[in-house]
């Protein structure tokens, strides 16, 4: 498949879930495998071997300062998909990276749970945010993706998002100014998330009762 080649500099929101909306994370050890995955794999130098990387946290504490391939700027990663809002760093970045993620990821969990095959639908979905207003309203439809879809229960343990990075100053990895400092403070912009996740939520059963009327024609 040709896919369309994106421009360096822009914002782009990228997802993707598992195979027949299959769940991604078993437990909270695969939520931060791939949450480090999308940690050490931004980088346009080599990375570390998949083998090296299962070495965690206090070897990737140590590596030196590398240059990214993507900057993030909002994430949540849900049981069975997940979010990114992302900016391009360098030509081919974005499609780079997420080779190595979705590549990576894929070989971790099915060597753990001794399974074959694909784990994610296709490579990655992608598209341009055209414009302030829509990435504006992405940043919250990415933070708080997981409320979107009313995930709850034991799920929700398996549930990680950038929405405490930006409302709780919690560290990090996204570079959040490009939305916050259009607030004039942080309570401003939890006010305009909130406000606006009723109709995300109402989008979505909408589109969920779409597709089912879909299907039964």
Known sequence: MNRERLVTGEHYHIYNRGVDKRFIFSDTKDVERFMLSMRVFNSVEPVLSIRDVLEIKEKVKRLPARKALVEFVAYCLNPNHYHFILRQLVDGGIAEFMKRLNGGYTWYFNKKNTRNGALLQGVYKSSLISDNDKLLELSA???????VHKIHGDSA???????????????????KGIITNQFKSIKEYHKYAMNLLPLLQERKADEKELKKLLLDV
């Open 157 to 175: 343990k398996l549930v990680r998002s950038s929405w405490d990075e930006y409302v709780n100053s919690r560290s990090g990895f996204c570079k």
């Open 141 to 147: 439809y990415v933070n708080l993706n997981n409320r």
